[in-house]
């Protein structure tokens, strides 16, 4: 936990969802946000002003801030959910995809107005944008993650299609989900020796350079507790 930064996240009630994820700002905080490699739909609150983003990937850590006062909550979806209209790939690292927000706490997605969810039924609002055909999912996706594909798909058009509703490659999602596996054990103060093996890392110096990158910390610094957040 990052002080002045509260932050809680839940399993999700659909089939598309991971997790849904809130937090909220005592004082302004900053924190590193780590590498992640599915996509979300982001609502952000200060005051009376909403901002509604639709996030991609990210495979670098990013130093960010969070402004006092401020209210965030969002869901992230399973690996394939995706938003035809805001491709994973160009909403990477940040790039996100601002939607226009109405008077009356609306959002406007697709030329219709939507009513701005809660954290407690945003599942309703991604279960509107799937019968909408806003949300989609492709199924193929879980297979070609895990090295398979039909018969008949060859391995370059697996990879364009991965690549299009993740918005990064396989390769890349490997790499950064073993990251977050080693994070997670040092965070929660396992051994630097052990988090090489958790990780599928050769040695201890790949497994540094990999938390450098995946988390803006050394494996010694995510051991004494310093504050990650990976959401």
Not at 44 to 70: F, I
Not at 141 to 152: C, D, L, M, S, T
Request: hydrophobic share 45%; charged share 20%.
């Amino acid at each position: 936990m990052v002080m002045g930064f509260n932050f809680d996240a839940v399993a999700g009630e659909l089939p598309l969802m991971q997790r849904v994820w809130s937090a909220s700002c005592d004082a302004t905080t900053g924190f590193t946000s780590t590498v992640k490699g599915s996509s979300m739909i982001a609502f952000a609150r200060n005051g009376d002003k909403w901002t509604v983003h639709v996030r991609g990937p990210e495979t670098r850590a990013t130093h960010l801030t969070c402004p006092e006062g401020w209210e965030f909550f969002g869901v992230e979806l399973q690996f394939g959910a995706y938003l035809p209209l805001f491709p994973p790939s160009g909403l990477a690292n940040l790039n996100d995809a601002l939607l226009p927000t109405l008077s009356g706490d609306r959002i406007l997605l697709d030329n219709r107005d939507w009513e701005m969810p809660t954290k407690q039924n945003v599942d309703v609002f991604v279960n509107r944008l799937v019968r909408a055909g806003l949300l989609i999912f492709d199924p193929l996706v879980e297979e070609i993650r895990h090295g398979e594909r039909p018969r008949a798909m060859s391995e370059r058009i697996a990879q364009i299609r991965f690549r299009r509703a993740v918005g990064v490659s396989r390769r890349k999602l490997v790499s950064i989900e073993q990251a977050q596996r080693a994070a997670q054990f040092l965070a929660a103060g396992g051994s630097i020796a052990e988090a090489v093996i958790v990780g599928g890392y050769y040695d201890q110096p790949q497994l540094a350079r990999a938390m450098r990158w995946a988390t803006g910390h050394t494996p010694g610094e995510l051991r004494s507790a310093t504050s990650f957040l990976a959401f």
